[in-house]
C-alpha cells in the first residue's frame, strides 16, 4: 500500500469548513483513498472513500487532484464533535483474497474550537 | 442499525494469565479484523478471518490466537500475558458481498495487565 503523509494537527472553527490534505505520491493506479476518523479513544469510523472522482456523502467530500498524488477531505460545516484523528489511507481494494487490511498512519489530529 | 459487538469492553488481568476477546460482527458480515492500539499510538492489525478461514496476518504475536466460528463470531486468544499487550483491542467487521468496502468497527475492550 501507498504511504501516506498528513499534517500532524489542524484546527479549525466551529461551523466553518474544515479542509484535511494527505499527501500519497506514490499511490497506484488500482489503489483507492479511504478516510477514517478516530474520536478519542473510540472505534475507528469510516467517513469516505474514492479512486479518481471527487466524492460525498453525508459527511465530507473527498478531493482528489488530476495527478491522484494528493486529496483533500472537506468537513463543510465543522461541529465540535468533529473533533477527532484523520487517517488517510490509501490501499488496492477488492474481494478478500487481495487483502483488505487498513494500515493506519500518523493521521491529523483536528481540534474544533467554539 | 446493528453494529459491532465486543466483549467485555473492560479486562483486568496479571502478567501470564490468558485473556479471550469476543466480537459480535453486524449481520450478514462474513470477514472479522482484529486491530490492536496501544497507548498514544495508531491502531495495528493483528489478524481477520473471511467465511471462517483465517485471510490475512499482521504484527500478531505468537502468544495470540484468533478463530472465527460458524456464527461469524471471533474471539481473540492471548496467553502469556505482558505488560506491553495493555491496550485497545478493536473488532471490525464488513460484508465483502456487496460494494461496500469499508469496515465497522466496535466499541474495543481495554485490556489492563499488572
Known amino acids: 500500500d501507498a504511504k501516506t503523509t498528513q499534517p500532524t494537527s489542524m484546527d479549525c472553527a466551529e461551523g466553518r469548513a474544515a479542509n484535511l490534505p494527505c499527501n500519497h505520491s506514490t499511490i497506484s493506479g488500482n489503489e483507492y483513498v479511504y478516510w477514517y476518523r478516530q474520536i478519542h479513544s473510540q472505534g475507528p469510523q469510516y467517513i469516505i472513500h474514492?479512486?479518481?472522482n471527487n466524492e460525498t456523502n453525508e459527511m465530507a467530500s473527498l478531493i482528489i487532484t488530476e495527478d491522484r498524488k494528493s486529496s483533500t477531505l472537506i468537513l463543510p460545516h465543522a461541529t465540535l464533535r468533529d473533533t477527532a484523528v484523520y487517517y488517510c489511507i490509501v490501499r488496492v481494494e477488492g474481494g478478500e483474497t487481495s487483502g483488505s487490511r487498513l494500515t493506519f498512519g500518523e493521521g491529523t489530529q483536528l481540534t474544533v474550537n467554539p | 442499525a446493528a453494529g459491532v459487538i465486543q466483549s467485555p469492553r473492560h479486562l483486568i488481568k496479571e502478567k501470564r494469565e490468558t485473556a479471550t476477546l469476543k466480537c459480535y460482527p453486524i449481520?450478514?458480515?462474513?470477514?472479522v479484523y482484529w486491530y490492536q492500539q496501544g497507548p498514544g499510538q495508531d491502531p495495528q492489525f493483528l489478524i481477520s478471518?473471511?467465511?471462517?478461514?483465517?485471510?490475512d496476518k499482521g504484527s500478531i504475536p505468537d502468544r495470540f490466537s484468533a478463530q472465527q466460528f460458524s456464527d461469524y463470531h471471533s474471539e481473540l486468544n492471548m496467553s502469556s500475558l505482558e505488560l506491553g499487550d495493555s491496550a485497545l483491542y478493536f473488532c471490525?467487521?464488513?460484508?465483502?458481498?456487496?460494494?461496500?468496502?469499508?469496515?465497522?468497527f466496535g466499541p474495543g475492550t481495554r485490556l489492563t495487565v499488572t
Open positions: 474514492g479512486l479518481k
Open positions: 449481520p450478514r458480515h462474513d470477514t
Open positions: 471490525a467487521s464488513r460484508d465483502t458481498g456487496t460494494s461496500e468496502y469499508e469496515q465497522y
Open positions: 478471518f473471511y467465511e471462517k478461514m483465517q485471510s
